[in-house]
Protein backbone atom coordinates (compact mmCIF):
# COMPACT_ATOMS: atom_id res chain seq x y z
CA UNK A 1 0.00 0.00 0.00
CA UNK A 2 1.30 3.51 -1.03
CA UNK A 3 1.52 6.08 1.94
CA UNK A 4 2.95 9.38 1.67
CA UNK A 5 3.78 12.01 4.53
CA UNK A 6 4.72 15.92 3.47
CA UNK A 7 6.62 17.77 5.70
CA UNK A 8 8.48 21.19 5.68
CA UNK A 9 5.72 23.81 5.45
CA UNK A 10 5.84 26.42 7.77
CA UNK A 11 5.33 30.34 7.78
CA UNK A 12 7.79 32.72 5.67
CA UNK A 13 7.81 36.48 4.81
CA UNK A 14 6.74 37.39 1.34
CA UNK A 15 10.08 36.85 -0.66
CA UNK A 16 11.15 33.72 1.88
CA UNK A 17 11.76 30.19 0.67
CA UNK A 18 10.68 26.93 1.72
CA UNK A 19 11.45 22.85 0.46
CA UNK A 20 8.48 20.75 1.33
CA UNK A 21 9.30 17.21 1.29
CA UNK A 22 7.53 13.90 0.64
CA UNK A 23 8.38 10.69 1.88
CA UNK A 24 6.43 7.27 0.45
CA UNK A 25 6.30 3.83 1.33
CA UNK A 26 5.23 1.41 -1.26
CA UNK A 27 5.88 3.13 -4.41
CA UNK A 28 8.55 1.93 -6.64
CA UNK A 29 10.32 3.85 -9.64
CA UNK A 30 7.47 3.87 -12.14
CA UNK A 31 5.42 6.33 -10.30
CA UNK A 32 5.03 10.18 -11.39
CA UNK A 33 4.48 12.54 -8.63
CA UNK A 34 3.14 15.35 -8.02
CA UNK A 35 2.56 18.31 -5.94
CA UNK A 36 -0.93 20.14 -5.42
CA UNK A 37 -2.32 23.36 -3.28
CA UNK A 38 -5.61 24.00 -2.08
CA UNK A 39 -7.00 27.14 -0.03
CA UNK A 40 -10.25 26.91 2.15
CA UNK A 41 -13.33 27.19 -0.38
CA UNK A 42 -10.72 26.58 -3.51
CA UNK A 43 -10.67 23.22 -5.70
CA UNK A 44 -7.26 21.74 -5.25
CA UNK A 45 -4.87 22.77 -7.92
CA UNK A 46 -2.00 21.09 -9.59
CA UNK A 47 1.30 23.13 -8.84
CA UNK A 48 4.24 20.50 -10.57
CA UNK A 49 5.20 17.01 -11.59
CA UNK A 50 7.72 14.98 -12.48
CA UNK A 51 8.41 11.66 -13.93
CA UNK A 52 9.89 8.75 -12.59
CA UNK A 53 13.83 9.23 -14.15
CA UNK A 54 12.99 12.81 -13.07
CA UNK A 55 13.93 13.56 -16.69
CA UNK A 56 10.63 15.72 -17.04
CA UNK A 57 9.25 18.18 -15.04
CA UNK A 58 5.76 20.76 -15.25
CA UNK A 59 4.99 23.41 -13.97
CA UNK A 60 1.96 25.60 -13.89
CA UNK A 61 2.43 29.15 -14.86
CA UNK A 62 2.35 30.69 -11.97
CA UNK A 63 4.99 29.29 -10.11
CA UNK A 64 7.40 29.03 -13.00
CA UNK A 65 10.86 30.09 -12.19
CA UNK A 66 9.72 30.37 -8.63
CA UNK A 67 9.76 26.47 -7.35
CA UNK A 68 11.43 23.40 -8.29
CA UNK A 69 10.63 19.97 -8.25
CA UNK A 70 12.98 17.24 -7.44
CA UNK A 71 13.52 13.86 -6.58
CA UNK A 72 15.44 11.12 -4.43
CA UNK A 73 15.05 7.68 -6.00
CA UNK A 74 17.33 6.39 -3.70
CA UNK A 75 14.83 7.40 -0.70
CA UNK A 76 11.89 7.35 -2.55
CA UNK A 77 11.42 10.69 -1.27
CA UNK A 78 10.02 14.15 -3.68
CA UNK A 79 11.18 17.88 -2.92
CA UNK A 80 9.60 21.00 -4.16
CA UNK A 81 11.58 23.98 -3.37
CA UNK A 82 10.03 27.23 -3.00
CA UNK A 83 11.05 30.50 -3.57
CA UNK A 84 10.38 34.08 -3.58
CA UNK A 85 7.07 33.20 -1.64
CA UNK A 86 4.45 35.30 -1.98
CA UNK A 87 0.97 35.72 0.21
CA UNK A 88 -1.10 34.13 -2.61
CA UNK A 89 1.09 30.94 -1.89
CA UNK A 90 -0.08 30.32 1.21
CA UNK A 91 -2.19 27.00 0.94
CA UNK A 92 -1.96 23.40 2.41
CA UNK A 93 0.41 21.20 -0.08
CA UNK A 94 -0.42 18.33 -0.73
CA UNK A 95 2.28 15.39 -2.46
CA UNK A 96 0.22 13.11 -4.86
CA UNK A 97 1.55 9.61 -6.64
CA UNK A 98 0.27 8.32 -9.48
CA UNK A 99 1.01 5.20 -12.84
CA UNK A 100 -0.63 7.76 -15.41
CA UNK A 101 1.95 9.29 -17.40
CA UNK A 102 2.63 13.60 -17.63
CA UNK A 103 -0.69 14.20 -15.62
CA UNK A 104 -1.32 17.12 -13.51
CA UNK A 105 -4.92 16.75 -12.79
CA UNK A 106 -5.51 15.92 -9.46
CA UNK A 107 -8.35 12.93 -10.67
CA UNK A 108 -5.75 10.97 -12.03
CA UNK A 109 -3.61 11.13 -8.77
CA UNK A 110 -5.28 7.81 -6.33
CA UNK A 111 -2.54 8.17 -3.54
CA UNK A 112 -1.92 11.31 -1.77
CA UNK A 113 -0.05 12.59 1.55
CA UNK A 114 -2.30 14.46 4.57
CA UNK A 115 -0.68 18.07 3.49
CA UNK A 116 1.38 20.60 4.92
CA UNK A 117 0.76 24.21 5.52
CA UNK A 118 1.94 26.72 3.92
CA UNK A 119 1.44 30.80 5.24
CA UNK A 120 3.29 33.49 3.32
CA UNK A 121 2.97 36.72 5.36
CA UNK A 122 3.46 40.26 3.63
Known amino acids: QVQLTESGGGSVQAGGSLTLSCDSI???????MAWFRQTPGSEREGVAA????????YYVDFVKGRFTIYRDLVKRSWYLHMNNLQPGDTAIYYC????????????????WGQGTQVTVSS
Open 50 to 57: ISPGGLWT
Open 96 to 111: AATGNPRSLQKDDYPY
Open 26 to 32: GTDGTYY
